[in-house]
């Protein structure tokens, strides 16, 4: 009798759990509305809304290169399996076209369709969560005026039981922390606003925070560096690798412009964000750099040394070319490194010519890539280059690939970081890596400096071994 009474609670405790699950994961509809029966919006709405799309540079996410903006299916690899991007123009069949304003704060908000199903977190409503109620009509009423496109994504290609959309609500209930902003009344009001634009609808932390094992950001771990479309997304904190410390004027003319001359050029995701970032007013991008400068925080003595001593070396004049002379010849093992003739032969030309970015190789010794811990983003320049923009000027690099074999590949990027990473231990499985990243396994996004992208991920043939 007590087995049995013992077991019964067990069963009525699953029943309590069990239902107290499905009214936590279950959503109402929203109903539907025509877009025939909104009122018109007015054009300084859509106007600011283009602005707040830009900052959350959502047409990249949305968007398959060559198809119609906004309209959905591009590929999201992630460590769980693939996600579609959904198509939100205001088609009424495919798109978000039925969807009122409520539909479209919830999504936002809370990560809820208008039909009452829970949001990959692919879609990173745990940033958009901290967007205003105000900003959010803007940003719908910018979406609502787009051409409507009738275009249906690919299913999601997720195992079970991640195919299961109610699963998130768990998901959430460890993770998603909702909630509008809340500006700190200890920081300027510039602060406070680029706080709310990075954090916001911008949401660098989504690429730039790593992420655990169940894909929830690492909060302990804010702006540590992450990974997005098979690149590294590097740390925007006090780890910062780059060998000049970042400041405020260095991050705000890099998000306006798309490069900086002691830091490098934008690729990659990050040249879709500093692209869609010009249609900025240049009050929020200042703000976007205070905000980001302020978690990097003051370098150390000797970092702050070292990087005047690579100005000095490396910076450029008012005739805006670079001052420092071609590096002595290497000397002892450094010379007879099996890399060191490609390097001659293949990188030298430009990238110690004395021409600064964007027009000209950065030298190595200012770059992140090098001094980084992963060789994922030098790997992937050196296979796939940097094509050239559409229509003007841009930063360019032949692409290596077809030219050189993984070996080659990896014996180069081998000697760059002994050579120019400051005594920085070598780089572990290099030509895997390499390998693995030409193979077309391992997807990688290959954009130009303006951040369309021209390619597909598996850039090149593979290279006689």
């Known amino acids: 009798m007590r087995a049995i009474r013992v077991l019964s609670t067990i069963i009525t405790l699953f029943i309590i759990l069990g239902l107290a699950f499905f009214f936590l994961a279950w959503n109402s509809e929203i109903a539907p509305q025509k877009v025939a029966d909104r009122q018109p919006f007015d054009p300084a709405l859509v106007a600011h809304g283009a602005s707040l799309a830009a900052v959350g540079n959502c047409i990249a996410c949305h968007t398959v290169p060559g198809k119609q903006a ?55 409503y745990d940033h958009f969560t901290r967007v205003t109620d105000a900003d959010n009509k803007a940003l719908y009423a910018y979406l609502m005026t787009r051409t409507p496109v009738k275009a249906t994504a690919p299913k999601n290609e997720l195992p079970f039981p991640l195919d299961v959309r109610p699963i998130l609500a768990g998901w959430k209930l460890l993770f998603f922390d909702d909630g509008a902003f809340t500006p700190d009344p200890q920081q300027s009001d510039e602060w406070n606003r680029g706080a709310y634009l990075a954090e916001g609808l911008g949401h660098c932390g989504a690429c730039h925070t790593p992420r655990n094992s169940l894909g929830a950001e690492d909060k302990a771990k804010h702006f540590a560096g992450g990974e997005a479309e098979g690149w590294q997304a590097y740390a925007i904190n006090a780890d910062s690798r780059a060998p000049i410390p970042w400041d405020k004027d260095a991050i705000a003319f890099y998000l306006r412009h798309g490069y900086h001359e002691l830091h490098g050029v934008s690729r990659g995701p990050m040249a879709e964000v500093t692209g869609n970032l010009a249609a900025l007013p240049d009050a929020d991008v200042e703000a976007i750099a205070t905000y980001v400068a302020s978690g990097m925080g003051e370098p150390s003595a000797d970092r702050a040394a070292k990087g005047e001593e690579l100005k000095k070396q490396f910076g ?130 290959v954009r130009p400096s303006e951040g369309i992208e021209r390619a597909p991920s598996n850039v090149g043939a593979k290279a006689a071994q």
Not at 96 to 107: T, V, Y
Not at 319 to 336: K, R
Not at 415 to 437: I, M
């Open 316 to 445: 450029s004049e008012a005739d805006g070319i670079v001052t420092a002379a071609v590096d002595a010849e290497p000397s002892g093992n450094l010379a007879s490194h099996p890399g060191a003739q490609i390097y001659t032969a293949a990188c030298a030309s430009c990238h110690e010519a004395g021409k600064k970015p964007p027009f000209g190789g950065m030298n190595f010794h200012l770059s992140t890539a090098v001094n980084a811990p992963n060789p994922q983003n030098i790997i992937n320049v050196t296979l796939f280059g940097l094509p050239p923009a559409d229509g003007q000027a841009s930063a360019v690099m032949p692409a290596f690939g077809g030219a050189l074999n993984d070996q080659q590949v990896a014996d180069l990027l081998g000697y760059l970081r002994q050579r120019f990473a400051d005594g920085k231990p070598a780089w572990a499985d290099l030509p895997q890596q390499v390998s693995r990243t030409r193979s077309g396994d391992y997807f990688v996004a």
């Open 70 to 124: 906004f309209s959905g299916g591009l590929k999201l690899p992630t460590p769980f399996g693939t996600i579609y991007s959904t198509n939100i123009t205001p088609d009424e069949e495919t798109g978000i076209g039925l969807w009122n304003e409520a539909a479209f704060q919830r999504a936002m908000r809370h990560g809820v369709d208008r039909q009452g199903e829970h949001l990959y977190p692919a879609f990173p």
